[in-house]
């Protein structure tokens, strides 16, 4: 194998973590290094330090361990069968990278996930090993966040709980049917399986046993994972339960949904074609709503299954409901603001606590920070009345077409 | 009458001033307030007439609001928040009322202070700097932040980087902290810190992780506004990360097209065999 200088491995192990979409450096314990013996803290929210082109947030270094896979997931540029460049760090030269642009206020942390080399034991070893050195050695006191490998042993995963901050292991696709297809080294079962170990070596570690001892920690930070969208043909609406599903059972922080995208040396198996970034972003808004606002999957994903790509779905969610609108602002209770076009749970929170003092006016609704552009149709209120509520298209029309940033060039 | 603020502890000093305003009842109006060097003592300046005292009651948040929204740039904050100060003693207004113009000023001004402490915790980029020979590593840093707010965004680097020296320096204030110990002292020399050899890393890095399938350079932009630019180590690759991303788009779809990436550093590499 050829030998490669580290700025070499660098560009291809970062390009070949760029598809996942997960940055986060939030949850957490909160950590410092005001006691001069280590370094770095977490602040709970995380921090962006900087921005890609792509509009993403880099908040860690994105890395493989090493992008040699002998897996064969079609939807993957590391699988077995592509022809791109491979490389391999070394254990010391992840930890040198992440200690140097961490000292340089670079980054909150780690991030590091791995194709799968000899055996997912070996694999997630290696992995585990990173965090070990740069907790023990290096008393390193910032993010770390571990790509688990769903096969890998039960101990294995122990550990990396123990020095990661969060865990992830991604479900890759949203049906058993795309992921046997797609993905034929990996199973439904063993993902949910080691999901649910995660979960459960979690709750130990919050809990006190009767003697007032505690588990070993793990991961504060809880686990999350990624669901490829647009790669098989589920609609939103398999895609949302699934994602309800999995932040019901395994008590998920979240999910993310990467837009299935161009790759270079793309298999056969693959649709050519991306699907709207858009997309993506309607999946997103839809989740926070579940997440949110109390919305229910099967509430948000309309009947045909797709969302609605000109439209955000909470508007979707409110023509389709009109009867309920317009709701009057002085009086509807929590859950029915949160459902008005427009008004987020801050502006909720913060006409609650005004409406105590006074009755609200249209003018207060604009100073407390809502959108009224949206809200107005569904709202009755002192100073303002919706005349009756316009038929559907032209209601639609009003809103439509997405926001420009949205659309590729 | 003039007031003129430290540099450095400024908003302590502010309140210091308003408790003794207060007290001798002058009204907002008649002072006119500044940040200088000295900080002669008002009140043996001629200090106008005296009037109704103002006993002074404020909740916690709204202490802390006041406090941050001070490290704003506005010339008028100082006679804003003083005549807010009387106001929610009075109980005039309410604090976080919006509905009152004077409130949400200085609600918005806080939230603006707040953004730009966040952004200089993000944007800041340290070089390294150790003597040969030190057995502590030591950084320095150049940041030129829109509002005056080292000094309440400096305590979050002193928990974070423990084991090693560093400073920050702005136009006016720098924030050094040596051996553990952090101190806010006037600016000596007002120029970034010579490049370090990590930086040529972290480029490679910042080009890597951009995925030209999704250029989305509003969003990037409204995150990380232009202005901060000059002082990223990475910013100026992206006009070229931009102008080529259509080309290398159209390379993963058509393996045959012959797709060359200039890494930075100018070293040529073939994305595809
Ligand atoms: S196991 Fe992971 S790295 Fe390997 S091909 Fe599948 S998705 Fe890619």
Request: charged share 25%.
């Amino acid at each position: 194998m050829v030998q490669r200088t580290l700025p070499e491995k660098l560009s291809i192990l970062a390009d070949a973590a760029k598809y996942d979409a997960s940055c986060a450096s939030s949850g957490g314990e909160r950590r410092g290094s005001r006691d001069g013996k280590g370094i770095g803290s977490t602040t709970g929210a995380g921090i962006c330090h900087a921005w890609a082109p792509d509009g993403r947030c880099i908040s860690l270094l994105k890395v493989l361990l090493t992008n040699f896979c002998i897996y064969d997931c079609a939807y993957c540029i590391n699988r077995v069968s592509s022809r791109v460049e491979r490389a391999r760090f070394s254990v010391e030269e992840v930890v040198s990278l992440t200690l140097e642009f961490y000292r340089r206020n670079y980054i909150e942390g780690l991030f590091l996930s791995s194709g799968i080399i000899r055996s997912p034991d070996d694999t997630m070893s290696e992995m585990v090993r990173v965090a070990r050195t740069l907790r023990e050695r290096e008393h390193f006191r910032g993010y770390i966040h571990l790509k688990t490998i769903p096969d890998a042993a039960p101990e294995l995963i122990a550990e990396a709980g123990k020095w990661a901050d969060r865990l992830s292991i991604n479900v890759e696709l949203p049906t058993e049917t795309a992921l046997t297809q797609l993905a034929p080294e990996k199973s439904v079962q063993t993902i949910h399986g080691a999901m649910a170990e995660v979960k459960a070596r979690g709750e130990a570690a919050k809990d006190r046993t009767a003697r007032g001892t505690r588990a070993p920690r793990f991961a504060p930070a809880g686990q999350s994972t990624q669901m490829i969208v647009g790669a098989d043909p589920a609609t939103d609406g398999e895609i949302l339960r699934k994602s309800s599903h999995l932040y019901n059972r395994f008590a998920l922080r979240r999910v993310y949904y990467s837009a299935f995208s161009p790759i270079p040396d793309a298999s056969r198996m693959l649709p050519l074609i991306q699907p709207p970034l858009v997309r993506e972003h309607r999946l997103y808004q839809a989740d926070w709503l579940m997440r949110n606002y109390g919305f229910d999957a099967t509430e948000i994903a309309p009947p045909t299954g797709m969302l609605d790509l000109q439209i955000d779905p909470k508007l979707a969610w409110a023509l389709a409901h009109r009867a309920l609108f317009p709701v009057d602002v002085n009086r509807a209770p929590r859950e029915m603001l949160l459902r008005i076009p427009g008004i987020g749970p801050r502006s909720v929170e913060r006409i609650l606590k005004a409406r105590r003092h006074r009755t609200l006016r249209y003018e207060d609704l604009l100073a407390i920070g809502c959108v009224l552009k949206h809200a107005e149709p569904f709202i009755t209120l002192p100073g303002w009345s919706p005349r009756a509520l316009p038929d559907d298209a032209n209601l639609r029309a009003r809103f439509a077409p997405a926001p420009e940033q949205l659309s590729l060039f | 009458m003039q007031i003129t603020l430290p540099r450095i502890g400024t908003v302590a000093a502010w309140r210091q001033q308003v408790r003794k305003l207060a007290a001798a009842g002058i009204d907002p109006q008649a002072v006119i307030w500044s940040v200088g060097a000295a900080a002669p003592d008002l009140f043996a300046t001629a200090a106008p007439a005296p009037g109704v005292a103002t006993p002074l009651m404020l909740s916690l948040e709204a202490v802390d609001g006041i406090e941050m929204a001070l490290l704003h740039s506005d010339p008028e904050r100082f006679s804003r928040a003083h005549a807010l100060v009387l106001r929610l003693s009075k109980r005039e207004v309410r604090w976080g009322d919006r509905s009152d113009p004077l409130m949400r000023r200085l609600l918005d001004q806080q939230k603006a202070v707040g953004r730009e402490i966040h952004k200089m915790h993000g944007f800041v980029r340290f070089r390294e700097v150790s003597p040969p020979g030190a057995n502590r590593r030591a950084f320095a840093a150049w940041f030129e932040p829109d509002h005056p707010v080292l000094e309440a965004a400096a305590p979050f680097f002193a928990r974070r980087f423990g084991d090693m020296d560093w400073l920050i320096a702005t136009p006016t204030l720098t924030a050094r902290c040596e051996a553990g110990e952090m101190r806010i002292e006037e600016t000596e020399a007002r120029q970034p810190p010579p490049k370090d050899a990590a930086e040529e890393l972290w480029r490679v890095y910042f080009a890597s992780i951009f995925n030209p399938a999704r250029l989305m350079v509003k969003a990037m932009k409204s995150h990380m506004p232009q202005k901060y630019w000059k002082n990223l180590p990475e910013a100026d690759l992206i006009p070229d990360l931009i102008r080529s991303a259509e080309t290398r788009v159209r390379a993963m779809h058509d393996p045959s097209a012959p797709a060359p990436e200039t890494l930075p550093g100018g070293r040529m590499r073939k994305k595809l065999r």
